[in-house]
């Protein structure tokens, strides 16, 4: 254990930072700083479950999509509650409960079994949440929330305004914040030591007395909840509506495969600087060949996975082995 | 009375659906049980036969029965393409590797698919002739399928039974070192056994296209990877065997469910059914991990 451990923090942070500057006060530059940072938020809560486990969520959509119905539910049956702004903690908090009850569910059940069976439970998930709030016409059924009249009642047309142009995605910023920080002391605690061994060896692991389904809970329930929190914010907040069709939309799970995978699976630098050129690369295919982003997506992570398995910042991980820089990437 | 009319047709309609379901799944069931890989693409090959036939019958006039031969031959074609540019340098890498390989693979097809036909629904309608059966009547395109369904199946394995090659790949799954001692060509018959489970997947796509009222969009794998999966594991993963007996029973459930879902006012069936298979797969992993017809 040495003091530097946290320094690969500071890297993240300082990135964060100088985003956050750059699109504060370059002209124009607000939405694509946004959408960079969404990126990177999202490759991060996928990256606590898939980098420190090995398993794939293919249902992490999901999570993100109830997180956003959480805070539409809230603000939308409350606004009248008088509680101004801070009726953003109740959603935020309803947000993690139903996310947190998802995972809790199928993690209990599917994650009791190896990642084949782990990864077929989750390639359902997604289309059975959405297909059972179509068809049990709940929350909307298939019409979806829109919240931005309650929105405007809770706080006011001003900060109402100012919300979805502004805080909604500086709270991306702070849930990235977050994330890199959970990511942190994963890396450096006992539950993080038990998952790496996990993910190297689950049969090794559980001899030497790692808790193998419990510990896989954790993270599942952690990557879910984060990605709850991005849905609330970078969705609900930002747009003021959930339509089922949105949230669930599977190119959300790509997208987060891609970031993390290019980036580096189980490192805390990897999503950031993945979702970086993520969030650059994506705005620019979206303006040069709009419609064919996935198309060209899904080469790239076979691509990815075949050629560089471990990702930029894996491959720079090993090349500062014994150098100064050692202690910065992480 | 009009119900158990209605419900008896639906369960008639359940089984001819459960052969095509089965068929299906025999795929995805013999490449995870010889190369231990779960094709999370799944249902975008299932997408390819679909549009192989509306192409060839909107184009030519082609009948499915006949596109079906031609959608396995794409399909071994497109499954020994894929293994030898993607599947055969994961093989020895982890399991996450080919998850997100066949994921990838998944979405490249369907990406390609809407490049080329748009993400419209499209259909057609084969009409020869329907069946009385007083219940219901059920149009002889579906019996058709039903019947090819039931042919392949048992030509498959008659295959793995009774030929030098069928044993060898028995082998290959039984014990891989020892069949490689036995001077068998265990890779090659990782290539085979993956282009052939596509190569019947793709054609199964063909005899979906029967049973889609809405028509065929770029994609509509999605549903039926899930499908696939909760029959699969029915059937215990890797028998594809096991699958084929796990499509009747799905298609049944399925079938059956639509009809007692529409009892309850104010819900969408057709969606309700859709999450049912989601719910019957945390059920079966829950209960029995190994399949129906799996031994522990």
Redesign the interface.
Known sequence: MNKGKYYPLFVAIGIFLVLFIFGKFAQGMWEPVALIMFYVAVGEAFNVF?GFT???N?GYVVFMGLGSYGMALVVSSSSMAGLGPWILIPGFLFAAIMAGILAAG?GA??LR?R???F???T???N???K??I????IWG?SEGIIISKPLKVALGPHLANAVTTFWADFLVFMIAILAAVITIVFLHTRLGYGLIALREDEDAARVMGVNTTKYKNIAFLVSSILAALVGATAWCLKTTYVFPDDVFA?SYT?DA?VIV?MGGTGTLLGPVVGGLIYGILKYWLGILLPG?Q??I???F??II??LF?EGIVGVLKKRVRGKKLEKFIA | MEFLRMFSGDLINGIILGAVYGLMTMGLSLI?GVLKV?N?GHGAFIMVGAFIAYWMFTLFGLPPLLSAILALIVGIALGFFFYYV?MK??LE?????T???T???G??L???A??VWGPDYRGYSWNVGSLNLGVTTIPMAKVYALLSSIVIAVALYLWFKKTRAGNALRGVVEDKEGARVCGINVEGYYALSFAIGIGLTVMSGVFITLFVPVGINPYMG??Y??KA??I??LGG?ASPWGAFFGGFIFGLVENGSYAILGLIP???????T??L???I??VL??LK?EGLLGKK
């Not at chain 1, 179509?134 to 016409?137: I, V």
């Not at chain 2, 890498?93 to 590797?97: G, T, V």
């Not at chain 2, 104010?266 to 309700?272: D, I, K, T």
């Open positions: 898939l090995g398993y794939v293919f199928v059940i599917a079994l990642g084949a069976y990864a077929i439970a390639i359902g998930v289309q059975g949440v297909f059972f179509e068809g049990a016409k059924g599977l790509v495969i995978m064919f996935l198309l997506l899904a080469p992570i076979i996975i075949i398995p | 995870f779960v999370v993607v340098w994961l890498a982890p399991e996450l590797s998850l997100l390989a994921f990838a693979i979405i490249f369907a990406e390609v809407k490049a999605e549903v990877t899930i999966f909760v699969a594991v993963l104010g819900v969408e069936p057709f969606s309700l859709q999450c298979a989601f719910a797969l945390l992993l829950l991990p």
